[in-house]
């Protein structure tokens, strides 16, 4: 079973930047993908972005390209989720989720695991 832990949310003033950290454990994590979500007050969760575990480019929403930017940590089992140029539209509790499958999905039910979740709050 893979459990995954969000932490590096917090109060940032818009225009400012966070990282968000999603670690990983359980089993090896080699094949998986990770996919990032976040859900606003009043809102229905929604895909921020994915990437495979193994490597190469990550998928974007539309709403956060060329803000955003996802990478992995291989040795750490670490997913990281660079966040720059916040508006306070961005205010919303964050997930990381992984699928066993490697699909690079913006589909919630693709995924298998969930974090609990980490509070970004963008002031303006």
């Known amino acids: 079973q893979v459990q995954l832990v969000e932490s590096g949310g917090g109060l940032v003033q818009a225009g400012g930047s966070l990282r968000l950290s999603c670690a990983a454990s359980?089993?090896?994590?080699?094949?998986?993908?990770m996919g990032w979500f976040r859900q606003a007050p009043g809102k229905e969760r929604e895909f921020v972005g994915a990437?495979?575990?193994?490597?190469?480019?990550?998928y974007y929403a539309d709403s956060v390209k060329g803000r955003f930017t996802i990478s992995r940590d291989s040795a750490k089992n670490t997913g990281l989720l660079q966040m720059n140029s916040l508006k306070p539209e961005d205010t919303a509790v964050y997930y990381c989720?992984?699928?066993?499958?490697?699909?690079?999905?913006?589909?919630?039910?693709?995924?298998?695991?969930w974090g609990q979740g980490t509070q970004v709050t963008v002031s303006s």
């Open positions: 989720a992984a699928d066993r499958v490697g699909r690079l999905s913006s589909r919630q039910y693709e995924y298998q695991n």
């Open positions: 990437i495979l575990w193994s490597g190469g480019s990550a």
């Open positions: 359980g089993r090896t994590f080699s094949t998986y993908s």
